[in-house]
């Protein structure tokens, strides 16, 4: 039914195994190094036609115009503002509806976490037209606030479906033995459940980080100018009117690729462990 370790294959089989596996690396590394050698190109490089081939001298200098020449320090903050509340916002309510839906038993339990479940297989492309028209409505239109609040709406359904399996999963004899204690249902989220949630909660907080800052579709339908645009959708900016300048755009979106890298790494440990803890007993 599963395959068996590479370790117990036959050596022809290992041998290709140890060839494949850089050449498969390579190639799925190999946009990100175009964007970086592109990035590092002078104008002239570009203009002359060098799309594909080393540049003539490194131009460093390609990130240092992109900051003084563009908004995109704007841009990034502006990505911010948009994360890191999407972020905290469906942490707390995953969270809150994790433990309703992964302690309680009551009728209707099944619906409402089919409920949240379904919401995921919703192609967000249909949801285009009523939401953007939804927060022109609600004044929400071209606001960090709306875009923000979309974002935890639509998260907020993977998150519970996380939190939900992962609750389910601790020892219920902790939360009888504080119910016999008369521990109160909120002190034995906060104290029992909570605690024991960091490893999940590490692992959403990196992916949903990933998640919404490497957004391009809603930031380009619900945002429209650079005081409220993210980084995904400024980045086009940085074109000229007449001239394609690809070399600043590479470089801003190296630059606009490290904080979710420098997430990953930092949070590294935890995440891991939030993805495996569960997997054996």
Known sequence: MFPRPIEQR???????YQLALPVALLLWLLPL????????????????????????????????????NSPIGQYIWNSFKVT???VI?????????GFALGIYRFRGNIVIFF?????????????????RDMTVNMGLYNTT??????????????????????IRALPRALIEAARVEGVSEVRIFWYIVLPLMRPAIAALSVLIFTFIWNDYFWATVLTTSASTQPVTAGLYALNGLWI???????????VAAMPPVLMFFLMQR????????????
Request: glycine share 10%.
């Open 10 to 16: 036959s050596r022809a089989a290992r041998v290709g």
């Open 33 to 68: 190094l175009g964007v970086a050698v592109t990035s590092l190109k002078p104008a002239s490089d570009l203009a002359s036609g060098n799309y594909f081939g080393l540049p003539s001298h490194l131009a460093f200098s390609n990130y240092a115009d992109v900051f003084n």
């Open 84 to 86: 890191i509340p999407t």
């Open 89 to 97: 916002g469906t942490l707390v309510l995953s969270s809150l509806t």
């Open 115 to 131: 409920m949240f479940v379904a919401g995921n297989f919703v192609p967000f492309q249909i949801l285009m037209v009523p939401v």
């Open 145 to 166: 606030t709306g875009l923000v609040l979309f974002h935890i709406a639509f998260q907020t359904g993977f998150c519970t479906l996380f939190m939900r399996n992962f």
């Open 244 to 254: 394609a300048q690809w070399q600043l755009v590479s470089a801003g979106a190296i």
């Open 270 to 281: 935890h995440f891991i462990a939030g993805l495996t803890l569960g997997a054996v007993k």
